[in-house]
């Protein structure tokens, strides 16, 4: 335990536990809303999305997050809108979307990044490596900053997004604007996506919004109280992973991812148990 409490001596652990509990903390709060809706594979499209923007901003040379968030933002909206359109199917929408993305990055990359070990930098972003314990100061400012907008906007429209996310069609009925509420979740989604890849990287973010909502929904059945375990269980993932990646020397988020994986079971036995008593 001493050895543990060390490490917050360290300015980059004190940063990572920071940006790594907010993202943790958004991420779940969505995840339940995306997973009820049937949209969790979006989170797996944009992250795509963001790893092209990112790609874009390195090329470039400019600061990642000032191009990935807008860029990322309008990709969630055009893919909510395609997603509505009989002609193209959501699955092959996000396929569509996601692969381009991935695809266009690494090539653009490849081409004109001027970096001598560009597999490396690839793998860093789409496994989140080593950027979580990388921050900077003004990064943990803007994650906080951003988290608090996504908590804001979940916090205050709670109930027109507990309405449409169950039942859109009543929800339209009753005078809902369900299409502006859809793009709101989008939007978040989107904002959610960037900051977690610095977490757990690209390829594993929809790890983070999908395992800590089904883990909560294999105990308990209320929409509150699964949203309320979903960030507990999310927080502790992240802040559990961070710690043995840094005693352990184990890629970040691959560790988080593991430890959501090691929380499913363990709810799943105790939903299962439950159940039976």
């Excluded at 790594?20 to 797996?44: E, F, H, P, Q």
């Excluded at 909206?77 to 002609?87: T, V």
């Excluded at 972003?125 to 994650?143: A, H, M, P, Q, R």
């Excluded at 105990?219 to 710690?243: E, H, N, P, Q, R």
Aim: contains cysteine.
């Amino acid at each position: 335990m001493n050895e543990l409490l060390s490490y917050f001596n360290y300015p980059f652990v004190r940063y990572a536990l920071i940006a790594g509990v907010l993202i943790a903390l958004c991420a779940a709060l969505l995840g339940v809303t995306l997973v009820l809706k049937r949209y969790s594979m979006i989170g797996d499209g944009l992250s795509h999305v963001a790893f092209g923007a990112m790609a874009i901003a390195t090329v470039c040379s400019m600061a990642p997050m000032t191009v990935a968030l807008p860029i990322t933002i309008v990709a969630a909206i055009i893919l909510l809108g395609i997603n509505s359109n009989s002609k193209i199917k959501g699955d092959a929408a996000i396929a569509m979307i996601s692969v381009g993305a991935l695809a266009l990055g690494y090539l653009l990359l490849n081409i004109f990044s001027a970096s001598s070990n560009v597999s490396g930098d690839v793998c860093t972003t789409l496994f989140g490596s080593t950027s979580i314990l990388t921050l900077s100061e003004s990064d943990v400012w803007l994650c906080a900053a951003l988290a608090v907008v996504v908590l804001l906007v979940f916090v205050i429209f709670y109930h027109k997004i507990f309405a449409v996310t169950f039942d859109e069609s009543f929800a339209s009925a009753t005078g809902t604007k369900t299409k502006a509420y859809n793009i709101l979740i989008a939007v978040v989604t989107a904002v959610v996506i960037v900051l977690a890849m610095n977490l757990v990287g690209a390829l594993l973010i929809s790890a983070l919004i999908i395992f800590p909502a089904l883990s909560a929904m294999r105990i308990f059945k209320s929409f509150l109280s699964v949203i309320i375990s979903s960030a507990v269980i999310s927080i502790l993932c992240a802040v559990s992973g961070i710690f043995v990646s840094i005693i352990y020397s184990t890629p970040v988020g691959s560790t988080i991812v593991a430890a959501n994986i090691v929380f499913f079971i363990l709810c799943t036995v105790i939903g299962k148990i439950t159940k039976k008593s």
